[in-house]
């Protein structure tokens, strides 16, 4: 059913019906839109992209050397990076915060963990160390080896002289 004006024709803004026609050759209009100008446009603008960032990045650090030459110079009062600092103990990830020596100022939380486990480690293997840095005692499987080579000391009965606290019945 077609909708009709009074006159007998058919509407002007109706399609009709062209899906019975088909051509292999024309997958578009060519008139409509040409690829190539297309692709220039698309290259032409990331060009321009490019060029604007690269002249934002100069302007930027221009800027900003004009502005490192033009900060006055800390006064005499100031205070120093040091005494900035909080004092201890200080947060982990925290500005000057250090463990056994190690800065641990931008590490993950778990970085003390490590280097307290390391310093763990390394007295279970090579023993203790002194304030001047050497090692004393031996390490735990040292001293486990030689218990055992020498027997520990059994608690005798009361009847030999051992030193048990329990009286026989």
């Known amino acids: 059913m077609t909708s009709q004006s009074g006159n007998g024709k058919e509407h002007v803004t109706e399609t009709p019906d062209v899906s019975h026609i088909k051509n292999v050759d024309v997958t578009y209009e060519h008139s409509d839109i040409s690829i190539g100008g297309v692709l220039k446009f698309i290259i032409g603008?990331?060009?321009m992209a490019i060029v604007v960032q690269v002249l934002i990045w100069g302007m930027f650090r221009v800027l900003n050397a004009q502005e490192d030459k033009n900060d006055p110079?800390?006064?005499?009062?100031a205070l120093s990076e040091?005494?900035?600092?909080?004092?201890?103990?200080r947060l982990q990830a925290g500005k000057g915060y250090s463990v056994e020596g190690q800065n641990l100022e931008l590490k993950e939380p778990e970085a003390e963990l490590k280097v307290v486990r390391q310093k763990w480690k390394d007295v279970l293997e090579h023993g203790p160390v002194d304030d001047k840095g050497q090692h004393?005692?031996?390490?735990?499987?040292?001293a486990k080896?030689?218990?055992?080579?020498?027997?520990?000391?059994?608690r005798g009965d009361r009847e030999t002289g051992g030193g048990g606290d329990r009286e026989k019945k």
Do not use: D, H, N, S
């Open 145 to 154: 080896k030689k218990i055992v080579e020498q027997g520990l000391p059994a």
């Open 45 to 47: 603008l990331t060009v």
């Open 82 to 89: 040091t005494e900035r600092l909080p004092p201890e103990p």
């Open 136 to 142: 004393y005692g031996m390490p735990i499987e040292e």
């Open 73 to 77: 110079k800390p006064g005499p009062m």
